[in-house]
């Protein structure tokens, strides 16, 4: 069976971001400490200062002063940093350190404690549908075993910790508040060691997320041969191969009245990083809705472009029809997977129309590439469940995978929107019986 796809991509790419009028020459040198000291919460404060230390280190784009650096700097001042620290004294602090702007971290909430595994809660659940008198016997049971172990953890190896925090990004100068991020992660299962292991590895990811926005990188184009584009700033300043950057025009300048306004220049493009120097990368451009000229501002994406769409499938011969959406998370790439749903009607033997529901994906190479346009081969490995009346008028329903093998073209409608057209053909139709489509 041959069917004729027409899809219509929305795509979703990372969302936009205010442009900075500069280009980024500089690392930005910037103080890292925990808001107080001398707390219930000080151990896990000092351990998340850290983990954003040595995220920041590891992002190449800060120099960074921790709480030991600044202690040595400190001595040398004969200035102790114990107790809380105040707003007053981080302007002190940062004059010493040399540092215009520092990130407070603070721990709002911690707690371990030991949780009835899953298991045990649903034989809890099960006692409550016992007898009345077997039910007040057992509860009081546990009541008294409760109260005998009132001080011992009941269940050390299936602990919860729960994290949550903010990190708070100041002008020593002012002390004003220039931006902030929220901390929050929870983890069950495990000792307290395994569990708060987990939580910290989720707050990583977390922390470094955030810190690329508060310090979002400004490149400028160098020179442009093609769809390759070299841009200024390379692995000195942590680009890596694989860093999106939005092109966009110079600003404008426009005087109204007294005043002289910045317009901010039009988006011409996107490009990824494929090769990276000490202090300037080459890149590929990926999307191009406008020519992308030297001297063109590139400002760095914070997030992976995703994109997403809906479809409609047509049998050439009317036999399937099917709307659907899909995610593919790998948009640009040479090859990607794509996740798939939809619902729609299949047409059977008796030519009866059958409610059909679709999950599965489908693998998708991109052998032609430019910045408007592709054309590629692909892979589906679709899983129907197919529902129909059988002759008792009962509602009956059959898994039916069937792979297909298609092709593929893309075209760029908009900065944000594709075409896409595939045709494919069902190389067979499996079954668990003899029932097949």
Same mark, same amino acid.
């Given at each position: ?15 936009? #971001? ?40 590891? %992002? ?14 400190? #001595?040398?001042?004969? $200035? ?8 007053? /004294?981080?302007?002190? $602090? ?17 707690? #371990? ?16 549908? /016992?007898?009345?008198?077997?039910? =007040? ?6 009541? $008294?075993?409760?109260? *005998?172990? *009132? ?22 100068? @002012? ?18 060691? +395994? ?26 184009? $160098? ?12 692995? /000195? ?19 109204? !009245? ?32 406008? @020519? ?22 047509? !049998?050439?011969? *009317? ?18 997977? &794509? ?6 009607? =299949? ?19 991109? &052998? ?8 590629? +081969?692909?892979?589906? &490995?679709? %899983? ?5 009346? /059988?002759?008792?008028?009962?509602? =009956? ?32 139709? =499996? ?7």
């Amino acid at each position: 069976m041959r069917q004729l796809f027409l899809t219509l991509i929305l795509i979703g790419l990372a969302s936009g #971001q205010t442009l900075s009028p500069e280009i980024t020459l500089e690392k930005q040198r910037l103080l890292i400490l925990p808001a107080t000291t001398g707390t219930q919460n000080e151990s896990i404060e000092t351990a998340v200062t850290s983990l954003v230390s040595t995220e920041a280190t590891q %992002l190449k784009r800060f120099i960074i002063i921790d709480r030991t650096n600044l202690e040595a700097l400190l #001595q040398e001042q004969s $200035i102790q940093l114990s107790g809380l620290i105040k707003d007053e /004294d981080l302007v002190t $602090i940062g004059n010493i350190a040399g540092a215009p702007e520092a990130l407070l971290v603070r721990i709002t909430n911690f707690g #371990q404690k030991g949780v009835p595994p899953e298991d045990e809660e649903k034989k809890d659940e099960d006692d409550d549908d /016992d007898g009345l008198l077997s039910w =007040v016997v057992k509860k009081s049971v546990k009541a $008294i075993i409760a109260k *005998e172990l *009132e001080n011992v953890e009941q269940y050390p190896n299936n602990i919860q910790t729960i994290v949550q925090g903010d990190v708070r990004k100041i002008n020593l100068e @002012t002390g004003e508040t220039i931006a902030s991020f929220s901390l929050n992660a929870e983890h069950t299962g495990g000792n307290k060691t +395994a569990s708060l292991s987990k939580v910290l590895n989720r707050l990583r990811s977390q922390i470094s997320r955030e810190l690329r926005e508060l310090y979002v990188l400004t490149s400028e184009v $160098i020179d442009v041969d093609g769809r390759n584009v070299t841009l200024l700033l390379g692995s /000195d300043m942590g680009v890596k191969p694989g860093t999106y950057f939005e092109v966009s025009a110079p600003d404008k300048k426009r005087v109204i !009245g007294n005043r002289t306004i910045s317009i901010p220049g039009r988006s011409v493009g996107l490009v990824i990083t494929q090769d990276v120097s000490g202090d300037a990368n080459q890149s590929l451009a990926v999307r191009r809705w406008r @020519t992308i000229k030297p001297g063109y501002r590139a400002v760095e994406l914070t997030h992976q472009p995703v994109s997403g769409g809906v479809s409609l499938r047509v !049998g050439l011969d *009317e036999s399937v029809f099917m709307a659907g959406a899909f995610v593919d998370p790998f948009p640009f790439g040479r090859f990607s997977f &794509l996740g798939q749903a939809g619902i729609g009607s =299949v047409l059977d033997s008796w030519e009866t129309v059958d409610f059909s529901l679709r999950l599965g994906g489908q693998v998708l190479g991109r &052998l032609i590439q430019t910045s408007q346009f592709s054309a590629g +081969a692909t892979l589906g &490995l679709p %899983l129907d469940i197919v529902l129909r009346s /059988d002759d008792g008028e009962h509602t =009956v329903s059959l898994p039916v995978f069937s792979p297909t093998l298609g092709l593929r073209v893309e075209w760029m409608l908009s900065p944000h929107r594709d075409l896409i057209l595939g045709l494919e053909t069902v190389l067979s139709s =499996v079954s668990s019986t003899e029932w097949k489509y």
